[in-house]
């Protein structure tokens, strides 16, 4: 395949940067969804959609009720690491190197939680909605969706955005190698669509989720963590 956003993220090394200096503030939203998981009381199926090498969602579920892991992710070097991770979870794990718009469109099985991490975004909008009406039947009923996605500020589009995002960078961006920061600005040049949180909660209203609402926005309002109710 030679799409850039799977271009890009074979090149795992550069977003694992992101990871290492929380640019993306992955320990804030992974110790919401920890919070998330250790309050459910039962067993659970959970369905990490563009799982990327899981270390966000297997520290989560760690010492949890969950009960079967599914992964799902486009690159192979992601799904490697991905392998070493989830073998640390002590329940039913099974990986798929797959789009997640082709695994949810030809899948039937429903799971208790759905995790998609800043992946949605790289959809056009009608292609979001569409995916929207996956996932919502792939949510078993009182099930939970939860999404972390770029979004839309003050009525901005997208290249007012990508302009605010990339103003943004020196600071939080600083400790990267150049080739780093400019593959990045490329990428988000390329390949970000956000939306604005309005229209996330409208499609996964028009979607069938019952409720939904905001768990998390950085100071920056770059990404917000939603949670979707089945
Ligand atoms: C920004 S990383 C997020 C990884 C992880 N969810 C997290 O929050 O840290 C995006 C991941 O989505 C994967 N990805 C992007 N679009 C995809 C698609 N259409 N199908 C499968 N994987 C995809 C990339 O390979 C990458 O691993």
Known sequence: MS?????????WEIYRLCIEHNTLFHREVGAILRREMLERNGPFTFL?????DSDLTVAALRDTKVAAYTGVDFSAPALALAGNKVAELGCTRTLHEADFTEFLSGNDETFGVIYLGLSLHHLEREA??????????????????Y???PILHGGEGREGYVKRWAGAMDGPYDPFPEAARNALRDHVTESERPESIEE???????????HGEILFTDPGNFYALFKFHA
């Open 128 to 145: 979001k909605r569409e995916t929207m009406q996956h996932l919502r039947r792939t949510t078993a009923p009182g099930g939970t969706f």
């Open 48 to 52: 990490d959609l563009a799982c990327g």
């Open 3 to 11: 799409d850039p956003v799977h271009t890009f993220f074979s090149q």
């Open 200 to 210: 996330y909660l409208a499609s996964a209203r028009e979607a069938g989720f019952t």
């Open 147 to 149: 999404m972390f996605e």
